[in-house]
């Protein structure tokens, strides 16, 4: 997940919750592979923290240690919460200020990499802005609105082991790359790396987090989005170029998606 603070400035943000204004004292959280864009009111400055899910997961469980026996049973339990997928959190500049010292801090100590020597200092460090940030997160035991998602993860919780992905989803997930605007299905995806459609798309959600389909329309509204903003193709020639050849769902989608219909999200881009 990641946790952008907006530092100085203010934008129009766009995402699965619409079209936001942020500024100084928000922060925007947004869950794994969430599409955001953003159109800066003149400028904006913000720093970005990263979150590794398994690392996040970690963290409930020592959270949570008195009524939780294992990782297992804090995996389950951050299942069974519902939360929107992109939030911004509205601090207040006051607040937000407390971040900046150590916001500026870790930056520093990142610039080389990780290091064993720096590890107990970033996750003092982290914890100092989690602490600010958290209370701000909404979450619910049942699901209040459409758009909330219980949380999901990739794939079984484990020790993070630097492996290669398998070939066959290497090569999937390039193909949907080179040829997005082809009518691809699953089964065809799946015959064309020899795989049966279940053992793709489940090597596929272990690798990249997201079904083969819902990775491809990711693909198709990032590239419509490029289309819309660098070139004057008509929208329904440019929805075609991507893939999608019904209006109606292409829009679904990308809004879906980017968090605005293609028509609006031309607009501010022209803006």
């Given at each position: ?60 469980f ?31 500049e ?10 500026d ?51 079984l ?19 949907l ?49 490029r ?45």
């Amino acid at each position: 997940m990641k946790l952008i603070v907006v530092r100085a400035g203010s934008a129009i943000l766009l995402s699965e919750f619409g079209e936001e204004p942020v500024t100084v004292g928000d922060v925007v959280a947004l869950g794994a592979n969430i599409l955001c864009g953003s159109e800066p009111e003149g400028s904006i400055t913000v720093t970005t923290l990263y979150l590794d899910r398994d690392y996040v997961i970690d963290q409930v469980f020592w959270q949570h240690a008195t009524l939780l026996s294992d990782r297992w049973d804090a995996r389950d339990f951050a299942d069974e919460l519902y939360s929107e997928p992109a939030q911004i959190l509205h601090l207040g500049e006051d607040r937000a200020g407390m971040l900046m010292p150590w916001l500026d801090e870790m930056v520093a100590l990142s610039l080389d990499g990780p290091s064993p020597k720096k590890f107990y200092r970033m996750q003092a460090l982290l914890f100092a802005v989690l602490d600010v940030i958290t209370p701000y997160v909404r979450t619910t035991p049942v699901r209040r609105t459409q758009s909330q998602r219980l949380a999901t993860w990739p794939g079984l919780h484990h020790h993070r082991r630097f492996a290669p992905l398998r070939a066959e989803v290497r090569e999937a997930a390039a193909l949907l790359h080179d040829t997005p605007a082809q009518r691809w299905t699953l089964h065809e995806l799946a015959a064309a790396v020899h795989l049966s459609p279940s053992q793709l798309g489940r090597i596929f959600v272990d690798a990249y987090g997201k079904t083969p389909m819902t990775y491809l329309s990711t693909l198709r509204a990032e590239r419509l989005a490029r289309l819309l903003r660098e070139t004057e193709l008509p929208i329904e020639l440019a929805m075609r170029e991507v893939g999608w050849h019904s209006r109606g769902h292409a829009a679904r989608m990308f809004r879906q998606a980017i968090g605005v219909t293609p028509t609006r999200y031309r607009q501010l881009s022209r803006h």
